[in-house]
């Protein structure tokens, strides 16, 4: 095996690390680290994906003694991956706005169909803005959950729409030093981007 993780005479330490592992890449990997999203937000999105992170479901596996199992968001249904990035009002409002501004005509209302839409590498600049703008949605409807637990307040749609619109506008002006190609220019006016 550290035959396989030599390169160039060299031997290189991640490549041994996963051949250890005994782990392919999944398929929607590259959705999840695409590298134009917020770094923290490619993290909230692979636990999300994994259904790892603490939602209150999750907590009462583990025995807790919770005030209440309902979503922290509209205290309407019992908390859950499924239903607070599909099935919560605020969650569907958001992701229809985003879907909308980048052009998605589809966006899965399933935790088990969105695993199955992000296989795929991101190629052209509308795919990486798509997977940029989904992990920036799971990203803030996460933080809108903890706002409304310690603050006790939820941020409007609206707010949290312009928020993620301008942090995809800022992680974009990184792109400026790379030459966009005209189908890029075209795509990035329609969207109001530039
Ligand atoms: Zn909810």
Redesign the pocket.
């Given at each position: 095996m550290i035959g396989r993780a030599v390169q160039n005479n060299k031997l290189k330490v991640s490549k041994l690390y996963n051949l250890l592992l005994h782990r392919d890449k999944v398929q929607y990997a590259f959705v999840i680290w695409c590298n134009l999203s917020v770094p923290k937000h490619r993290f909230i999105l692979w636990q999300a994906t994994l259904r790892h992170l603490l939602t209150r479901d999750n907590l009462l596996k583990c025995q807790l003694c919770l005030p209440s199992v309902l979503?922290p968001?509209?205290e309407?249904?019992q908390?859950s991956h499924d239903?607070?990035f599909f099935q919560?009002?605020?969650s569907q409002l958001l992701r229809s706005k985003v879907a909308a501004w980048l052009g998605c005509a589809i966006w899965p209302v399933h935790l088990n169909d969105w695993v199955d839409w992000m296989v795929g590498k991101p190629k052209c600049l509308q795919q990486k803005l798509l997977a940029t703008g989904l992990a920036a949605a799971v990203y803030f409807i996460w933080w809108n959950r903890y706002n409304c637990i310690f603050n006790l307040c939820s941020v409007s749609v609206n707010a949290v729409f312009a928020l993620l619109q301008n942090c995809l506008k800022a992680r974009l002006e990184n792109l400026h030093r790379f030459k966009l190609k005209r189908k890029d220019v075209a795509f990035l006016e329609k969207v109001h981007f530039l």
């Open positions: 979503c968001i509209c309407l249904h908390e239903h607070l919560c009002k605020f």
